[in-house]
């Protein structure tokens, strides 16, 4: 069942091939399961069901079986595995295709012990200690000699990818450098290197300046639509003061953040009529030290449109939303939440 | 209504945002129209429903609104238009977001007169006369001083992307070089140079000699699934002679190519177990000669899962469906479709 890291011969795309996945029960359904409390493997009370807990989260720190409100667990049917030797190289430079086996981790943060189906429905409590538990697990595994990236997902409803409901996120830490934070790397060496500055602090303060596409600001971060945004309704978030690592987050920033995405996710709710979404943190790699170039972030985006052959052929997002437009009704759905719940 | 190029700032990522889109009936709905034959837009008869056509195919050759096999027209929820003004340069080596008016052209090939939905139910002649259109329309744009490329897709079922049902293609033709264009020629000419020999032709060599992936062969075309497969059941058709431009394509090879990709299109839908695919055209961009390196080929690909943020963050797809398991499935299926329809 151990799955294999290919890369294209033409362009060095890296595709995992992960023959036991197609083995999940709702594989290839494109629903979630609609599950009650009694059979959801996710809940409270069903920890059986699911592979022992890498780490269990309380308020007070440290939960056991019967106590936590964030349990981290691996995944069931895992696209990558530390059963699989770590690589040797994967070049991408040849045809003569560079295979390796399946090496990295792959782990499911169920983010409540009650069967919630949506991020925007966690207490804040559980919201603060599902950040910590990403937190602390990229730090786990970024000392792992070779692992080089962790992405910390969310999908959300069969439509975002989801094949189980209750609410819960994804790390999968690869032994390779994935293409989009490569190119996003790329791009911020380039743009140091000519401008002595990090390029998303340049649009941190743009965006602020401008206030056409800015959603919601605490003191340590800012949200806004991006102006090239690929989906409608994408918001980015990030800490105002340049950090490239998100594992470097305190538990207090955590604190100032878990409310702010969770109201983001509300508003992305409300403004896109439906329950499919993702969200994911771009973070420094794990061999790079504190850098003042990159920037980490998080992307979030509702799934309102299929992409097609246009998409897949070109890698050209066709967007109907312009983020001047998105942004206005994101700010006012997110502050709505946040009165709501902070009142 | 006109659309709007926009880059990334960090990444140089291009997109369309395109406001008018967001305009369309089913747009959001993530379904496709069912329609009968009285009311679907497409059909012979309701002409009048749409724009005039730009081209339109019988078996003689031209055809009128009443004759018509095949028919080409503007989109009417344009990506792109040439009512903008063509982009005067669109930089992405800086912050300070570069942007084009959305030119270029975006057309819709309709493949049958007949409320057909689905390419694997197109007569032979229409067939022809399909791909016909696509290498018609290539040429009819690759003149044009500021388009660089043509993508040819063709978006099928609602999880596919398709927004109406009747069975058609799409053209847009955009005044940049896309990203995974520009990904492949950079590939190929890395290995031409290193090489002396285009790596698609070595590909096919390769997957000749192993016959693990390859599913079918006529004397001027093969097909296989590719060894980096990003989706489950993916399969590349390719010339096995070297050539870089889909629209060099003679009547004789279209009339080969034909019946070959409506087998591999109804072995996908019989593989997959349901009508949601996709397929694209990857050819040489408008402002290069035939080139050594690059290899004109179809990429064609069942939409069964979703992907999610793992697969948006890192540009790395999981597939749970290995290509040398794929490609015996496919290479039945395609092989009794192919005896059904021309015995």
Redo the contacts between chains.
Sequence with gaps: MNS?L?????????????????E?PQ??A?ATTIRSHATCPFCRGNERETPQALAAYAVGGAAGEDDWLVRVIPNKYP?LSFDAAPPTSLSD???A?TTGAGYGAHEVIIESPRHVTCFSRLDLVETQLALRAYRDRLLVHRDKKSLR?G?I???NG?????TIGHVHS?L?A?PFL????S??L???R??FES?DRC??C??ID?ETTLAQRTIAETERFIAFC?????F?YETWLLPRRHASQFHALDDIALAELAPLLRSLVAATIAAS?QDAY?????TAPFDTSATDHYHWHI?L?P?????????????????????E?AAPQLRTMAQSFWDRKTS
Tied chains: 1, 2.
């Excluded at 994935?178 to 934070?181: A, C, D, G, K, Q």
């Excluded at 070109?314 to 967007?319: F, P, Q, V």
């Design positions: 294999e290919r890369s294209d011969p033409v362009t060095g795309r890296t595709v995992i091939i992960a023959r036991g996945r197609s999940r594989d290839f494109r696209a430079a040849e045809y295709p990236y992405q997902f969310k999908n069969a439509d975002g990818g989801a994804q999968i690869t994935p293409r989009e934070v190119a996003e790329a791009g911020c380039r743009y401008h390029i998303y340049e649009m743009r991006p102006f090239a945004a690929r409608p009529g993702n969200f994911l943190i771009h992307e985006f799934r309102m449109l299929e992409v097609g052959g246009f998409e897949w052929g070109t890698g050209c997002h066709i967007n109907p939303v312009p983020p437009d």
